[in-house]
């Protein structure tokens, strides 16, 4: 297993690019198992995630090629319905391929995708969704099996309220509902750029969607979609964590290729914790070279959906808030186990307690590097920034989670000064 090694305290500074969105890559692949006809993604990331569901889709029979920020698939001659375990276990967005499948096929066999790291996360609300939409699910042997037995074939429009804000939730009844016949409503709708993404690429095969970016979205189901061109949107959380690892070692970056209006909430954080922010149509420059007493200010943080801040940059700001001068109360309302980066952070040198969902994070001058462990996608990232602001070396371990979101995420560092290298180990090592 792969080990990353940081010497902290290395100013960033200089600019970076940013990639395309995971988030919106892996709803946009599963899409394409919507149409017949060919599916062109471009500006994709390059991670595992992306490599996981293009695997997962070559054994449906979807023929894709990745060739760079390029992807092209051909969901043609799709053959098989089945998203086996051994795949979703490891990628809980596969259940990203069952509306999809279910509103072209009528059938998909998904296994569930259990616990993870972050908490118990279940698909409730997207079986919830589909059985409104006319499906007929069962779970056997860990299996959600899923048909369509309508008298056309075809799931049919519904007024949906889901019972809470999901994201892949929102994406799979979209997807569905796109084929479905008549109108389907949903209601308490996902509002993240992604869900546009997503809305856009729809529209761009054909299929008759409004309201996306608001909590209701209004689908007129059509009976078939095709294929279509399409450029995926900037990692906003890509970007995010760029910014705090900037703001955590005192620099000035500007990351290219992103889309400032989707960071309004970090944004505003990051001011109040004194960055300097500037932004043009693509880009955000941030400058944290001349930080009134040297260090950021502490800045309270609760997670929230779309508009508000990311549970997926909660890990990031905490490893700046550690380092801020005050204290500062982060509470995370959308996972129920999401603060697991919190003991790597101590082995730093933070200071944080821990009650219920709400950290306490007391800043102290200075963190000294240490060995420490990735847990999940976002605490690794998380333990990054920490690291690149520490005094010495930190080594993280198991940096397969960071693998799975980033791309090329410590050659991008070096490139804005960090002194940040790959320590390869032999499978198994
Ligand atoms: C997506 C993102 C992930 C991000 C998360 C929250 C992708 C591929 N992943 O994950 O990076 O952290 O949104 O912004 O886009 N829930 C249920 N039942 C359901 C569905 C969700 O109880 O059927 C709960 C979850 O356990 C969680 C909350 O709802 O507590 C939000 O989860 P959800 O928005 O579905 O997260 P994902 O779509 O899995």
Redesign the pocket.
């Known amino acids: 297993m792969d080990k990353l090694r940081i010497t902290g305290q290395r100013v960033l500074q200089g600019v970076v690019q940013a990639s395309g969105a ?3 890559a ?2 946009l692949m599963a899409a394409a198992l919507l149409t017949a006809e060919r599916v062109h993604l471009h500006n994709a990331p390059q991670l595992m ?1 992306v490599r996981t569901l293009a695997k997962l889709l070559r054994s449906l029979g979807v023929r894709v090629e990745q060739e760079g920020g390029d992807i092209h698939l051909d969901a043609a001659a799709v053959n098989h319905f089945e998203a086996s375990y051994d795949l979703v276990k490891t990628m ?2 596969s ?2 391929v069952l509306g999809p499948l279910l509103a072209r096929f009528g059938q998909a066999r998904v296994s569930l995708p259990g616990g993870c790291a ?11 969704g589909l059985q409104a939409l006319g499906a007929q699910i069962e779970v056997e042997h860990g299996y959600i099996v899923a048909r369509v037995s309508t008298p056309s074939g075809r799931l049919r429009g519904a007024r949906i309220t ?10 799979n009844l979209m997807m569905a509902a796109a084929l479905a016949e008549g109108e389907t409503l949903i209601d308490n709708a ?1 509002r ?1 750029p ?1 869900i546009i993404d997503l809305a856009n690429l729809l529209r761009g095969m054909g299929a008759q969607i409004s309201g996306d970016g608001s909590s209701q979205i209004r689908i007129q189901g059509v009976q078939s979609l095709q294929g279509v061109e399409h450029r995926i949107i900037p990692d906003r ?1 890509e970007v995010g964590t760029f910014l705090c690892a900037a703001l955590a070692t005192r620099g000035d970056i500007t990351v290219q290729g992103a889309e400032p209006t989707h960071q309004d909430a970090l944004l505003d954080k990051l001011r109040e914790a004194g960055a300097h922010i500037d932004t043009g149509a693509d880009w955000i420059r941030l400058r944290a070279d001349a930080l009134p007493g040297g260090r950021p200010r502490a800045v309270s943080v609760r ?1 929230t ?2 508009p508000g801040f ?3 940059m909660q890990a990031q700001f905490m490893a700046v808030n550690c380092l801020a001068d005050g204290a500062a109360r982060m509470t995370e309302t ?3 186990n999401r603060f697991m980066h919190v003991q790597e952070l101590v082995r730093l040198g933070a200071q944080i307690d821990i009650d219920g969902h709400t950290c306490v994070v007391r800043g102290v001058p200075q963190l000294s590097g240490a060995n420490v462990m990735a847990t999940d ?2 605490a690794s990232a998380g333990l990054v920034v920490a690291g690149l602001a520490a005094e010495g070396q930190t080594q993280i371990d198991r940096i397969y989670h960071l693998d799975r ?1 980033y791309d090329a995420m410590e050659v991008k560092l070096r490139e804005l000064g960090a002194d940040i290298e790959r320590i390869k180990t032999s499978p198994g090592g």
């Not at 972050?118 to 919830?128: E, F, L, N, T």
């Open positions: 995971k988030n919106a892996l709803p995630d809980r967005a259940i990203l972050i908490g118990a996360r279940p698909v409730d609300q997207h079986i919830k889901t019972d809470m804000v999901t994201v892949t939730g929102t994406e996902a993240e992604e959380i997670t959906e779309y990311a549970t997926d959308i996972f129920e996608l976002r979101g």
